[in-house]
């Protein structure tokens, strides 16, 4: 009776291992809906205008530290706006990474947006003067349920990909 | 406070214990051995990873069909071994869970344990990781899931300039070194820390229990290869960047903080995650355990026989060269940061013996709350003749709940901070001297006791198995151990007691252990 008890016992353990391994069910996005992932990581233009050193000035340098321009290191934040017709999926102002704000702004969201039809716009400005987005793209897509859509800036083509 | 809090978790713990101690004696209870237990779970998952690492091959588009071949095509071992993986992962998970719980609700994170319980802490940070990174190797649906999450919460770190996650958003941008690293990480890097983390767990400790029984290992082991044939592990689709899985098995034992990266955000996760840990760290000190007298070295009556070494179970008391000139080489010396004043120390001096009648009974180590020369003295005050007969003397731990009832069940009952703490000499001062006809201790079983050693020290002094042995001359049958689960209610305890003095009536047969 006690053996039988035991084996019960651990039955019991095996059921709990084998049903919290998989159960219950997750369920990540209903089946009407689909994902928009916005993603890019892109440098602002510098604040202000290289300047060529003088030859004087090169001069003064350590001879490892002589390079032509000058230029500021931090960068301008950047503006960014993602858009399914008239609906604002997202809309930020990314500051330049770094303690010199002089890296890259980078952004990530995954946006849960209902399946079907979509009129997707995406811009971004990186000059930090207001008006018109110097990047932008749009694309009508069909948007199936379950599906990933990615929307990114290449920065070999610099431009944005919406696929 | 924090003691109610204890006490809600003992009252969990005894919910339990009723199912436990119908199916499993006491050396084969599983709830006795849930660190040893976790550490027999790493080593299945250690095998039957080297298994499946043989037929792994890491690379984004050779993962999941690498897997898939263990899986479908060698399922009767590479299958199974899949399954023995990861179950046997889930199953460290639970005995991790109720470990931590147990040595909580029973106080013992505390005093000198707080560098066990603290160094735990950072093992519970490298399993997770090391099962989360087992996940990413798959590269199913499920991988793409956990991959994609984790990255959103290591973004959340401010400290990388790119965004880990925008790598999992298209196939294109996914390398192979990327596996390499996941490989690293989850079969190298991750396990030597584990290694190392368990071997500082524990090597405060004297004679740290590593292994369960062989019995129970058995059992384990059959119980989870049983489920790996059953209910094979196996995977969800290929991961397609260009699709999210809708509905996911995920495994809640190491994914269970996963959905809350979505439903809260990744910041709040890490303020949870880290917020646990920090309150974890600081509970040893939140607040602190009562302060305890340390055991005190008397030199006059030290010969260094190291076997207050050897039964410490924490390592408290070392030898060192002689410093007042005696004839012997070396002496004992207290750690008193490291010392819970168990007694054990004093359980295994020859000099503890109550039997002295010309000196002051000072024995070489001693405690100075609970002193071997007043355990002697309340031994010979209690030795009137009590209300019931025959006269049973009876030895509980200082924490036993049960003595009150034993002592209107007519027992005479002197409390010791261990059972281990009682030299064996006493038991026969006790009953060569007439002080009592039988001796019933009442201690916590072994796998339990609080001070880790005490009941196994006990057992093997009267058994004549180890130093200080048990004088020959002294009857064993009218000695009975009874030892309780730390969550029992002790219900037994007085029914044990009638039980042993029924026996002490009638002509003894046999030496006996009883439980209840």
Redesign the interface.
């Known amino acids: 009776m006690?053996l039988l008890?035991?084996v019960?016992?651990?039955?019991a353990?095996?059921a709990?291992?084998?049903v919290?391994?998989?159960?219950?069910?997750?369920?990540?996005?209903?089946?009407d809906?689909?994902?928009i992932?916005f993603?890019?990581?892109h440098a602002g233009k510098r604040i202000g205008e290289c300047r060529t050193l003088t030859q004087e000035e090169l001069n003064a340098l350590p001879p490892n530290m002589r390079t032509l321009s000058d230029c500021p290191r931090e960068r301008h934040p950047i503006s960014v706006e993602l858009r399914s017709g008239d609906a604002l999926l997202y809309k930020d102002v990314l500051a330049p990474?770094?303690i010199w704000s002089d890296?890259?702004a980078?952004?990530?969201r995954?946006i849960v947006v209902p399946a079907g039809s979509h009129s997707i716009f995406v811009g971004m400005n990186d000059s930090g003067i207001d008006g018109d987005f110097e990047f932008q793209a749009a694309a009508n897509i069909d948007i199936a349920?379950?599906?990933?859509v990615?929307v990114?800036f290449d920065e070999q083509q610099q431009q944005f990909s919406i696929? | 406070m924090i003691e109610r809090v204890h006490s809600i978790g003992r009252g969990v713990f005894r919910l339990l214990r009723r199912?436990?101690s119908?199916?499993?004696?006491s050396e084969?209870n599983?709830l006795n051995y849930l660190g040893a237990l976790t550490v027999f779970f790493l080593w299945i998952i250690l095998v039957s990873g080297i298994w499946l690492l043989i037929f792994f091959r890491t690379s984004v588009s050779a993962a999941f069909d690498s897997v898939e071949y263990l899986t479908r095509e060698q399922w009767y071992l590479g299958g199974v071994m899949r399954s023995l993986h990861?179950?046997a992962s889930?199953?460290a998970i639970?005995t991790i869970f109720l470990h931590v719980i147990k040595e909580f609700v029973f106080d013992r994170y505390r005093s000198v344990r707080w560098f066990n319980w603290v160094t735990g802490i950072p093992l519970v940070w490298i399993v997770f990781p090391l099962g989360i990174t087992g996940y990413w190797l798959v590269w199913d649906e499920l991988a793409q899931?956990v991959a994609?999450s984790s990255a959103?919460l290591i973004?959340r770190i401010p400290i990388f300039?790119?965004?880990m996650?925008?790598n999992f958003?298209?196939a294109d941008v996914l390398s192979d070194r990327f596996f390499t690293l996941m490989a690293f990480l989850h079969l190298i890097g991750l396990p030597i820390f584990l290694v190392f983390g368990i071997w500082l767990h524990v090597f405060r400790l004297n004679g740290p229990r590593i292994n369960p029984p062989r019995r129970m290992m058995a059992?384990?082991l059959?119980?989870?290869l049983?489920?790996s044939v059953v209910?094979p592990?196996v995977s969800h689709e290929a991961a397609n960047?260009?699709?999210?899985?809708?509905?996911?098995?995920?495994?809640?034992?190491y994914l269970h903080v996963f959905?809350l990266i979505?439903s809260w955000s990744p910041g709040w996760v890490w303020v949870l995650l880290i917020g646990i840990s920090s309150v974890m760290t600081i509970a040893p000190w939140a607040p602190p355990a009562k302060e305890l007298q340390p055991a005190v070295v008397d030199l006059d009556n030290c010969n260094g026989c190291k076997r207050c070494v050897d039964d410490c179970p924490f390592g408290a008391v070392e030898m060192v060269p002689r410093t007042d000139g005696l004839s012997y080489s070396h002496e004992a010396a207290v750690d008193s940061s490291l010392c819970v004043s168990c007694g054990l120390c004093v359980g295994a001096c020859p000099t503890a013996t109550p039997f002295r009648s010309r000196s002051a009974l000072i024995p070489g180590i001693d405690l100075p709350d609970r002193s071997a020369a007043e355990i002697r003295n309340n031994i010979i005050e209690q030795a009137a003749p009590a209300s019931a007969e025959p006269r049973v003397l009876v030895f509980g731990c200082k924490d036993d709940r049960e003595a009150g009832k034993l002592r209107r069940a007519g027992a005479n009952v002197i409390t010791v901070n261990c059972m281990g703490h009682l030299q064996p000499s006493y038991f026969d001062f006790v009953l060569s001297r007439n002080h009592a006809d039988g001796i019933l201790l009442l201690g916590c079983q072994d796998g339990n006791c609080n001070y880790r050693l005490g009941a196994a020290w006990t057992e093997q002094r009267i058994a004549r198995e180890r130093d200080p042995r048990l004088r020959k001359r002294t009857d064993t049958t009218k000695i009975a151990l009874s030892w309780q689960a730390p969550w029992s209610d002790f219900t037994g305890a007085v029914a044990t007691f009638e039980a042993f003095a029924a026996t002490l009536r009638e002509p003894p047969v046999a030496t006996g252990v009883l439980t209840s």
């Open positions: 006690k008890r035991e019960l016992a651990y039955a353990f095996a709990v291992v084998g919290l391994s998989v159960w219950p069910r997750y369920e990540m996005v209903s089946q809906e689909a994902i992932s993603t890019f990581s990474s770094g890296g890259k980078n952004v990530y995954r349920p379950g599906r990933n990615v990114r696929r | 199912p436990f119908r199916a499993f004696d084969q599983p990861r179950y889930d199953a639970i899931y994609i959103e973004d300039t790119d965004s996650a925008g958003m298209t059992a384990v059959l119980c989870l049983v489920l209910y592990a960047m260009a699709q999210t899985t809708q509905v996911l098995r995920l495994d809640w034992f959905p979505q």
